[in-house]
């Protein structure tokens, strides 16, 4: 007679599974399971393989407040009070200002981003820009609102070939179009003239896929990438940081950034100074006018009422009252 017992404590389930089973019905699968982790990492190295990096840049900003020594600003406060001019530097003010599209579009204009460049790579196109940027390419006759691309290869002789023409996400059909660098090179997308950069190596060959972007479409997405918020509730510093492929461009758009933002500053403040001083004159002028009417009103007044000057007058008592203590003296 035998007995079935199971490794059980009292209390336990008879349901129960161990860990030590788990492991042992894992293991009697172990083929499975090495086949789906081969998979998921392979899936996820592809993934970041054909993903472009993305590098982020980072800058800060003090902003000076108007509160020490003598300045237009700080002489301003009184008129302030009366709503004719602001002097104040409001930090969130500032804050608004750097995230404003007008900003941004001077230096997508300044820095030509809408125009981009791409280089074939292993995985996925590269962004050509800066000292990865051979030639520079310049449509003429294309407005700011639409969008084009094209493909560029540059023959060691410095022969051109242009194709696969793309205007506002339409192919255009067109055979290839032979030209040279820095020739006006009529294209269906308009006269297209191509410049060398400092980095191009004559007698090297390069393919380039070159896009352009309408305006509004490069302000938006470089807004996008832009972050911008305060270090500390209590100072007056902003932060700003940089999304883009391109470590270089990140730079070139924080710095452009600053410096766009420090011109409107300088001007906002020349601007203010003009204005307070035609204000100034104005009021000065309009006083001046109203005392010499003034003046005019009373000499009117004296002359048809046949009053003294009153200072005339009182010159003269004094000189008879001086000749008459000396003569009463004598």
């Known amino acids: 007679m035998s007995i079935n017992q199971k490794n059980t404590k009292p209390g336990q389930p008879d349901d129960f599974l161990r860990i030590q089973d788990l492991l042992y ?15 998921t990492v392979g899936a996820a190295t592809v ?6 990096a993305v590098y982020t840049r980072t800058a800060s900003v003090l902003v ?5 020594g003598k300045s237009v600003s700080s002489d301003l406060k009184s008129f302030s009070e009366f709503g004719l001019f602001q002097s104040g530097t409001n930090v969130n003010n500032e804050l608004i200002t750097f995230q404003s599209p007008s900003l941004m579009t001077e230096v997508v204009k300044r820095l030509r981003l809408d125009m981009n460049y791409f280089v074939p790579g292993k995985f996925h196109r590269q962004v050509a820009y800066g000292l990865t940027l051979p030639v520079d390419v310049t449509i003429n006759d294309l407005p700011e609102n639409e969008s084009a691309g094209f493909t560029l290869e540059v023959q060691p002789d410095g022969t051109l070939f242009l194709s696969d023409f793309i205007r506002n996400g ?3 059909d067109g055979k290839d179009i032979k030209g040279n660098l820095l020739d ?41 990438n832009l972050s911008v918020s305060l270090n500390n509730e209590k100072a007056s510093v902003i932060d700003l ?17 600053i410096s766009v933002y420090n011109e409107n500053w300088v001007k906002d403040k020349n601007q203010i100074a003009v204005s307070t001083s035609m204000f100034i004159n104005e009021r000065l002028g309009v006083i001046e006018q109203e005392l010499g009417n003034v003046d005019e009103d009373i000499s009117s007044y004296k002359s048809e009422h046949l009053l003294p000057d009153v200072q005339a007058a009182s010159s003269m008592y004094m000189a008879q ?6 003569q009463i003296l004598a």
């Open 25 to 39: 019905l894992c293991l009697a699968r172990w083929q499975w399971f090495v086949l789906s982790l081969v998979v």
């Open 47 to 52: 993934h970041l393989l054909r993903t472009p």
């Open 64 to 68: 000076k407040e108007d509160s020490k």
């Open 170 to 172: 339409t192919d255009l």
């Open 184 to 224: 006006s090179i009529p294209t269906p997308l308009g006269k297209i003239i191509i410049h060398t950069t400092p980095n191009y190596v004559k007698g090297k060959a390069y393919t380039l896929y070159v896009g352009k972007s309408n305006l509004y479409n490069a302000v938006n997405s470089c807004s996008s």
């Open 241 to 257: 940081s940089f999304k883009d492929n391109s470590t270089q461009r990140a730079e070139d758009v924080l710095s452009m950034l």
């Open 321 to 326: 009252s001086s000749a008459t203590n000396a």
